[in-house]
Nanobody, 128 residues
Framework: QVHLVESGGGLVQAGGSLRLSCAASGRTFSSYCMGWFRQAPGKEREFVAAMYWSGNPMGYADSVKGRFTIFSDNAKNTVYLQMNSLKAEDTAVYYC?????????????????????WGQGTQVTVSS
């Protein structure tokens, strides 16, 4: 059974930073593509960032490039999203997700339907 558990969300002032964590359990994730998505009230879930677990980041949404960084700690089986220079428009519930192994970050990294396991989400609120 695969479990993804996000943490690290909270309330922060605009310009501040947060680091989100996604702890993965259930099996080895070294061959999987992991992504972060977010969903604001009344809006569609949108792509934020993705990476091949043991490799480099595969992509960022234009809205977060230069401010957010996705990275992993294999020893802790955890994927992180470092968020700097936060803006009010970054307010959302943030989710981590895993693609099927065969996708390997080659297909649909920006498409929610291309991910088969999701965490429960963590709320990020940025006050202006």
């Amino acid at each position: 059974q695969v479990h993804l558990v996000e943490s690290g969300g909270g309330l922060v002032q605009a310009g501040g930073s947060l680091r989100l964590s996604c702890a993965a359990s259930g099996r080895t994730f070294s061959s999987y593509c992991m992504g972060w998505f977010r969903q604001a009230p009344g809006k569609e879930r949108e792509f934020v960032a993705a990476m091949y677990w043991s490799g480099n980041p595969m992509g960022y949404a234009d809205s977060v490039k230069g401010r957010f960084t996705i990275f992993s700690d294999n020893a802790k089986n955890t994927v992180y999203l470092q968020m700097n220079s936060l803006k009010a428009e970054d307010t959302a519930v943030y989710y981590c997700a895993r693609q099927p192994r065969d996708f390997g970050c080659r297909f649909g990294i920006m498409v929610a339907m291309a991910y088969d396991y999701w965490g429960q989400g963590t709320q990020v609120t940025v006050s202006s």
